[in-house]
């Protein structure tokens, strides 16, 4: 199911909530008797979704009176709809007084629906990194869902991303309007395509793509398998000018012209003393007293505690004020004004420095310019490489790097920039080794709380500065036709560079004295993310080595596979169709074979999800094919034909990149490619890590961490079991078995085990007994009783947990052993399922959280241990998980590997002792 992101700007789509209110609450009046039903439904919805998600910005938007400019495209536009009832017309200037007096932005846009003017806020929200949640009834809102636009529903609180608008409508979000044009929308009077209805639509979409495709390619309508195909391109091309008026008519306007940027639609404090006139007239008694009561809008009382560390940052976001300004910006295009600004940086204690530059690959990208700031309000922008200025315009590069190599490289001089990796990295290009990189505002950002939403400079800005920031497409677009720094127009370019140097220092005086107030999160900033990122900027450019003679010949091996899985559903299904389509799925399994549905998309359709399809496939063959042609087909896809497409032209090597501030509990993750997702346990990803080679002469090494968060559990646990049973270096899992089920350890049958190992490592993951059931394939009774055993062998680790979710509920938060902490925004969520999810995160999120911070200190350590000998005999080269991988001098290894796992094993001091497997080989797979 989709995920909604952290305090989301929340469009609600007004007009929608007052049909659905009119229409669904009965027709109440007060004792004057004017009509309340209506204003007391919006009301009510708007309440649950305030208290649900508390966002901090919000915009509720109405129809605006009189026509729009689609009543002038087609005359017949929703003149089918009868007058609207006077009982509800009376009722929306009162509503409308309401929702304002709650602290709401209200917006009606005349010539526009307000379809469009949510439209338009929603995509500014997601060129500026916002994420969005609409809440609305209507379907033609579906085409506005990404991964950062989300819908959800008034009446059934279903959630829409991209995977569930497939699941409930068969097609993707951007093919949503050519669906309502080629069917039509009867709620609307937006025609259609006489004769086409819903599936019609889904099977041409899906069989030729967009309306564009399908006139494009009429002549290939017969061939497709659905009902009518053969008559259907004569319909098409008698109505292909009412197919494309419906697709102007079901297009959402996202450029309209407002007055409020989405930054602006920040939820206020309420009117109380207008909201109780109004409540007292209409006689809203229930909300009358909760209302003078001071907790309308606020729920059941929550800890106070907690609702501080919820909080948090969002205070600090209220209270702060922008104090940019331009007018302190300078160009640097002279030796004088040079001069001047070397000696302004040598002088301060503390600057920030920033990047542009004409790639976001840092081995490939070339430097274009470099902008500073020294003080808030004073920056400046030195243009090298602009394509359009002279030499004599502009400083030369090459002389101005030479110049500032020693400042940039002198660890005295403290330099402040966000995402520096990047920065140290493209200079690395230049033989530039940056020193003195004291803070990252990204880090801080991440460190401060790494749930609050996004750590990039534009979403920092606006959270902690209210300021919006030029963006990097305001002054280069989008696109194919985008245009790179270096053909940027210099005042804009200057302007925007300059901005980036300001707004980072600016953050940093922002964020650092809130960071230097909580010790925990201090510490893992200062001794943990700030030393890693030169780490992980080494360990990127180091890459790792590719066959690829051995990915061409998996690739063809899977074409193959694929095809013979492809013959082998068709033949299970008595009939060709597309196995990636959820819809044709459905019918298959659901409808010709019979197969009794476990769940439901939002829709209410039969769900073909992995987990749906992992579970169907335990009873039935043709699930089983599904899932292992889909695993199949994102292996080739991902690895096998991409892997070598990315090597790199100079180095002949693969270099990943990796993130420090993505995952709530700190872990690493990585792209391109994403080396956290190669499979390990099935043959086909294992032999992609065959793939993975070291250089002639040299060995890969692979360190791994053994149960690392089950050492976590017993040392934060203190059960004095485990904490023997690994001190004892026993079998953990044929340990805990041998105390479940009451044996000696060696009479535990491979079956127990495997059982064992199931309780041990869910329990981690806060699993339920029924969760231990369906894994094991046995009752729920029986599991519970798994449990019930573990736990009464084991009671430390359920004093761990009830004592953790104690604490959570109380701080609003868990601490990693280092301090790192994970908030957890839902655990007094009045919902359940939130509660209970945040409540398994809060036992998990401690122990994954150090086990991150452990691998974190162990790649430190053993950087500091290759740095100062600026080894070529010893690269670490990538890490996965709890491992670490090396590439290693064939003569070096015996040594290598022991200095490696002494430093692994000494990263951290736990009750237990950690332990490292450590493999070698020609390749990852042999080494793993």
């Given at each position: 199911?989709?995920?909604?992101?952290?305090?989301?700007?929340?469009?609600?789509?007004?007009?929608?909530?007052?049909?659905?209110?009119?229409?669904?609450?009965?027709?109440?009046?007060?004792?004057?008797?004017?009509?309340?039903?209506?204003?007391?439904?919006?009301?009510?919805?708007?309440?649950?979704?305030?208290?649900?998600?508390?966002?901090?910005?919000?915009?509720?938007?109405?129809?605006?009176?009189?026509?729009?400019?689609?009543?002038?495209?087609?005359?017949?536009?929703?003149?089918?709809?009868?007058?609207?009832?006077?009982?509800?017309?009376?009722?929306?200037?009162?509503?409308?007084?309401?929702?304002?007096?709650?602290?709401?932005?209200?917006?009606?846009?005349?010539?526009?629906?307000?379809?469009?003017?949510?439209?338009?806020?929603?995509?500014?929200?997601?060129?500026?990194?916002?994420?969005?949640?609409?809440?609305?009834?209507?379907?033609?809102?579906?085409?506005?869902?990404?991964?950062?636009?989300?819908?959800?529903?008034?009446?059934?609180?279903?959630?829409?991303?991209?995977?569930?608008?497939?699941?409930?409508?068969?097609?993707?979000?951007?093919?949503?309007?050519?669906?309502?044009?080629?069917?039509?929308?009867?709620?609307?009077?937006?025609?259609?395509?006489?004769?086409?209805?819903?599936?019609?639509?889904?099977?041409?979409?899906?069989?030729?793509?967009?309306?564009?495709?399908?006139?494009?390619?009429?002549?290939?309508?017969?061939?497709?398998?659905?009902?009518?195909?053969?008559?259907?391109?004569?319909?098409?091309?008698?109505?292909?000018?009412?197919?494309?008026?419906?697709?102007?008519?079901?297009?959402?306007?996202?450029?309209?012209?407002?007055?409020?940027?989405?930054?602006?639609?920040?939820?206020?404090?309420?009117?109380?003393?207008?909201?109780?006139?109004?409540?007292?007239?209409?006689?809203?008694?229930?909300?009358?007293?909760?209302?003078?009561?001071?907790?309308?809008?606020?729920?059941?009382?929550?800890?106070?505690?907690?609702?501080?560390?919820?909080?948090?940052?969002?205070?600090?976001?209220?209270?702060?004020?922008?104090?940019?300004?331009?007018?302190?910006?300078?160009?640097?295009?002279?030796?004088?004004?040079?001069?001047?600004?070397?000696?302004?940086?040598?002088?301060?204690?503390?600057?920030?420095?920033?990047?542009?530059?004409?790639?976001?690959?840092?081995?490939?990208?070339?430097?274009?310019?470099?902008?500073?700031?020294?003080?808030?309000?004073?920056?400046?922008?030195?243009?090298?490489?602009?394509?359009?200025?002279?030499?004599?315009?502009?400083?030369?590069?090459?002389?101005?790097?030479?110049?500032?190599?020693?400042?940039?490289?002198?660890?005295?001089?403290?330099?402040?920039?966000?995402?520096?990796?990047?920065?140290?990295?493209v200079l690395k290009n230049y033989d530039i080794e940056l020193a003195g990189i004291k803070f990252d505002t990204m880090l801080e950002s991440y460190a401060l709380n790494s749930v609050v939403g996004r750590h990039d400079m534009d979403t920092?800005?606006?959270?902690?500065?209210?300021?919006?920031?030029?963006?990097?497409?305001?002054?280069?677009?989008?696109?194919?036709?985008?245009?790179?720094?270096?053909?940027?127009?210099?005042?804009?370019?200057?302007?925007?560079?300059?901005?980036?140097?300001?707004?980072?220092?600016?953050?940093?005086?922002?964020?650092?004295?809130?960071?230097?107030?909580?010790?925990?999160?201090?510490?893992?900033?200062?001794?943990?993310?700030?030393?890693?990122?030169?780490?992980?900027?080494?360990?990127?450019?180091?890459?790792?080595?590719?066959?690829?003679?051995?990915?061409?010949?998996?690739?063809?091996?899977?074409?193959?596979?694929?095809?013979?899985?492809?013959?082998?559903?068709?033949?299970?299904?008595?009939?060709?169709?597309?196995?990636?389509?959820?819809?044709?799925?459905?019918?298959?399994?659901?409808?010709?074979?019979?197969?009794?549905?476990?769940?439901?998309?939002?829709?209410?359709?039969?769900?073909?999800?992995?987990?749906?399809?992992?579970?169907?496939?335990?009873?039935?063959?043709?699930?089983?094919?599904?899932?292992?042609?889909?695993?199949?087909?994102?292996?080739?896809?991902?690895?096998?034909?991409?892997?070598?497409?990315?090597?790199?032209?100079?180095?002949?090597?693969?270099?990943?990149?990796?993130?420090?501030?993505?995952?709530?509990?700190?872990?690493?993750?990585?792209?391109?490619?994403?080396?956290?997702?190669?499979?390990?346990?099935?043959?086909?990803?294992?032999?992609?890590?065959?793939?993975?080679?070291?250089?002639?002469?040299?060995?890969?090494?692979?360190?791994?961490?053994?149960?690392?968060?089950?050492?976590?559990?017993?040392?934060?646990?203190?059960?004095?079991?485990?904490?023997?049973?690994?001190?004892?270096?026993?079998?953990?899992?044929?340990?805990?078995?041998?105390?479940?089920?009451?044996?000696?350890?060696?009479?535990?049958?491979?079956?127990?085990?495997?059982?064992?190992?199931?309780?041990?490592?869910?329990?981690?993951?806060?699993?339920?007994?029924?969760?231990?059931?369906?894994?094991?394939?046995?009752?729920?009774?029986?599991?519970?009783?798994?449990?019930?055993?573990?736990?009464?062998?084991?009671?430390?680790?359920?004093?761990?947990?009830?004592?953790?979710?104690?604490?959570?509920?109380?701080?609003?938060?868990?601490?990693?052993?280092?301090?790192?902490?994970?908030?957890?925004?839902?655990?007094?969520?009045?919902?359940?399922?939130?509660?209970?999810?945040?409540?398994?995160?809060?036992?998990?999120?401690?122990?994954?959280?150090?086990?991150?911070?452990?691998?974190?200190?162990?790649?430190?350590?053993?950087?500091?241990?290759?740095?100062?000998?600026?080894?070529?005999?010893?690269?670490?080269?990538?890490?996965?998980?709890?491992?670490?991988?090396?590439?290693?001098k064939a003569s070096e290894v015996e040594a290598a590997t022991v200095k490696i796992r002494e430093l692994m094993e000494n990263s951290m001091k736990l009750d237990v002792p950690l332990q490292v497997d450590i493999g070698v080989g020609d390749?990852?797979?042999?080494?793993?």
């Open positions: 199911m989709a995920q909604i992101a952290e305090n989301p700007l929340i469009l609600v789509d007004g007009s929608s909530y007052l049909y659905r209110a009119y229409h669904a609450f009965p027709p109440l009046t007060n004792s004057a008797g004017e009509p309340t039903g209506a204003m007391y439904g919006v009301l009510n919805m708007l309440r649950s979704l305030l208290l649900q998600y508390k966002p901090s910005h919000v915009a509720v938007v109405f129809d605006a009176k009189g026509k729009t400019f689609r009543d002038e495209l087609f005359e017949h536009y929703k003149s089918h709809r009868p007058p609207m009832p006077d009982d509800l017309r009376s009722q929306i200037e009162p509503l409308h007084n309401m929702v304002k007096a709650m602290g709401l932005p209200l917006l009606a846009v005349s010539g526009v629906e307000a379809d469009d003017v949510i439209g338009t806020l929603a995509l500014e929200a997601g060129k500026k990194g916002l994420p969005v949640l609409i809440s609305t009834g209507d379907k033609d809102m579906a085409q506005l869902v990404t991964p950062d636009i989300t819908l959800i529903n008034t009446m059934n609180n279903a959630i829409l991303g991209p995977d569930e608008v497939v699941e409930k409508y068969g097609i993707p979000p951007d093919l949503i309007i050519d669906f309502l044009a080629l069917m039509g929308d009867s709620s609307d009077n937006i025609p259609g395509v006489p004769g086409v209805g819903e599936k019609t639509a889904q099977a041409l979409l899906q069989g030729l793509g967009g309306i564009n495709a399908i006139y494009e390619n009429l002549d290939k309508v017969a061939g497709l398998t659905f009902r009518g195909a053969k008559t259907m391109a004569a319909k098409l091309e008698e109505n292909k000018e009412l197919a494309f008026l419906s697709y102007q008519l079901a297009t959402i306007k996202t450029d309209v012209e407002l007055e409020l940027t989405c930054e602006q639609l920040t939820v206020n404090e309420p009117a109380v003393a207008e909201l109780l006139a109004m409540f007292r007239q209409y006689e809203f008694k229930r909300w009358i007293a909760d209302l003078e009561e001071g907790k309308w809008l606020q729920g059941k009382k929550s800890n106070p505690a907690a609702q501080k560390a919820l909080v948090g940052q969002v205070e600090e976001q209220v209270e702060a004020t922008s104090t940019l300004s331009a007018d302190g910006y300078v160009t640097i295009l002279d030796e004088e004004t040079f001069e001047r600004w070397l000696k302004k940086l040598q002088d301060s204690p503390l600057f920030a420095f920033d990047l542009e530059t004409d790639s976001l690959d840092t081995l490939s990208a070339k430097i274009v310019g470099l902008s500073f700031a020294v003080e808030p309000g004073e920056a400046a922008y030195l243009p090298v490489a602009h394509d359009y200025l002279d030499a004599p315009d502009q400083l030369d590069r090459n002389s101005v790097l030479a110049r500032l190599k020693p400042l940039l490289e002198d660890p005295k001089l403290l330099k402040v920039g966000q995402n520096l990796k990047y920065d140290r990295g920092l800005a606006s959270r902690w500065l209210n300021h919006k920031t030029v963006s990097f497409e305001d002054i280069a677009g989008k696109g194919k036709k985008q245009l790179t720094f270096n053909q940027i127009d210099l005042e804009q370019a200057a302007h925007y560079a300059a901005e980036d140097a300001d707004v980072t220092l600016q953050l940093h005086l922002k964020m650092w004295p809130k960071l230097a107030k909580e010790t925990g999160p201090k510490q893992v900033f200062e001794n943990i993310e700030m030393p890693l990122l030169t780490v992980i900027s080494r360990i990127e450019r180091n890459g790792v080595l590719i066959d690829r003679d051995i990915l061409a010949e998996h690739s063809k091996e899977l074409t193959v596979r694929l095809a013979e899985l492809e013959q082998k559903a068709h033949e299970l299904a008595g009939e060709p169709f597309n196995l990636s389509s959820p819809k044709q799925l459905q019918t298959i399994l659901f409808e010709k074979q019979g197969i009794k549905p476990t769940k439901k998309t939002p829709g209410g359709a039969p769900s073909t999800s992995e987990e749906v399809l992992a579970e169907l496939a335990l009873d039935y063959p043709l699930p089983k094919v599904i899932l292992e042609n889909r695993g199949l087909a994102k292996l080739k896809s991902t690895y096998t034909d991409k892997l070598p497409l990315m090597i790199n032209p100079v180095t002949g090597r693969v270099h990943t990149s990796y993130h420090q501030a993505v995952t709530a509990t700190g872990r690493l993750s990585s792209t391109d490619p994403n080396l956290q997702n190669i499979p390990v346990r099935n043959e086909e990803g294992r032999r992609i890590r065959q793939a993975f080679i070291a250089a002639k002469d040299h060995k890969i090494v692979a360190a791994d961490y053994s149960q690392i968060e089950l050492r976590i559990m017993a040392h934060l646990s203190q059960d004095k079991g485990l904490l023997s049973a690994f001190a004892e270096g026993k079998d953990i899992h044929r340990a805990t078995a041998a105390e479940v089920f009451g044996m000696a350890l060696d009479k535990v049958t491979s079956e127990q085990r495997r059982s064992a190992k199931a309780i041990n490592f869910g329990l981690i993951y806060g699993m339920s007994a029924f969760g231990l059931s369906r894994q094991l394939n046995i009752g729920a009774g029986e599991a519970k009783r798994y449990m019930d055993l573990y736990f009464e062998r084991y009671p430390g680790v359920l004093e761990y947990m009830e004592s953790t979710r104690q604490q959570a509920a109380e701080k609003g938060y868990v601490s990693t052993l280092d301090g790192r902490r994970l908030y957890l925004p839902d655990i007094n969520a009045s919902n359940a399922i939130r509660r209970k999810a945040a409540e398994r995160a809060a036992i998990n999120a401690p122990m994954q959280g150090t086990a991150a911070d452990i691998i974190k200190k162990a790649m430190i350590a053993v950087d500091g241990w290759l740095t100062p000998q600026a080894s070529t005999d010893v690269k670490m080269i990538m890490q996965v998980h709890d491992e670490l991988v090396f590439e290693v390749n990852w797979e042999q080494a793993h």
